[in-house]
């Protein structure tokens, strides 16, 4: 258990609606990442946020964003969803500046 | 952009057998990261790297970090059917101003099939 919680473990929806997946980071991470795993592009890097502020930025879709709220948990917010959009959704935070990251157990989002 | 080649993509070995792995890279990252992750479930951290040419070991895994900054190797001695899985390293590159900054590339990953 890497202390990294991921709610909720799997979703099912239909093209074109929005979703939100939720992470909560381990204790005392201030940083927290988000990546997609597909099958044909493997794992990437979505974006990072610190302390609240968002401090880089991946190859994410307009019709995604995402926040860190005071408490420092996060979420990923998925909008008019496409097939293509399914994949795993993984949450990871390190305790900068180490920059190990650790994963939480992913959000499988499958998308009919 | 940034892209990790990790070799081979998979292995099929006998228990007891020794595994080698590797990651090279177009550019330098300050940090090397190797994960393993179980079917359905997250990346879970095996070894970093943080120097180029350090050596760590955790356990049966031995990884290097290269000295061009531009590789990085895994082995596994002694393998056990546990070690089944997909392996993946992961580099943390560094901006523009030559700091760290968050983002991991991953490689495509190496799936080991132990046969007992």
């Known amino acids: 258990d890497s202390g990294v919680t991921q709610t909720p473990k799997h979703l099912i929806t239909a093209t074109g609606q929005r979703v939100t997946l939720r992470c909560s980071p381990r204790?005392?991470?201030?940083?927290v990442y988000w990546y997609q795993q597909s099958l044909d592009q493997g794992l990437q890097f979505l974006i990072q946020?610190?302390?609240?502020?968002?401090?880089a930025k991946g190859n994410i879709l307009e019709r995604f964003s995402a926040q860190q709220f005071p408490d420092l948990h996060s979420e990923l917010n998925l909008s008019s969803l496409e097939l293509g959009d399914s994949a795993l959704y993984f949450c990871?935070?390190?305790?900068?500046?180490?920059?190990?990251?650790?994963f939480g157990p992913g959000t499988r989002l499958t998308v009919l | 952009g940034q892209q990790l080649n990790q070799s081979p993509q998979s292995m099929f070995i006998q228990e007891g057998e020794d595994v080698s792995m590797n990651c090279t890279s177009s550019?330098?990252?300050?940090?090397w990261l190797w994960y393993k992750q179980d079917p359905g479930e997250g990346p879970v951290l095996l070894i970093a790297?943080?120097?180029?040419?350090e050596l760590t070991s955790n356990g049966r895994l031995t990884a290097q970090f290269g000295i061009t900054r531009k590789d990085s190797f895994l082995n596994i001695s002694a393998s056990i059917p546990s070690d089944v899985g997909i392996y993946f390293c992961?580099?943390?590159?560094?901006?523009?101003?030559?700091?760290?900054?968050?983002?991991?590339?991953f490689g495509q990953g190496t799936i080991l099939t132990v046969h007992p």
């Open positions: 990871a935070s390190s305790p900068l500046p180490r920059p190990e990251q650790f």
């Open positions: 204790s005392g991470d201030l940083s």
């Open positions: 946020y610190y302390n609240g502020e968002e401090r």
């Open positions: 550019s330098i990252f300050n940090t």
């Open positions: 790297l943080y120097k180029a040419g």
């Open positions: 992961a580099g943390l590159g560094i901006n523009a101003g030559g700091t760290s900054y968050g983002k991991l590339t």
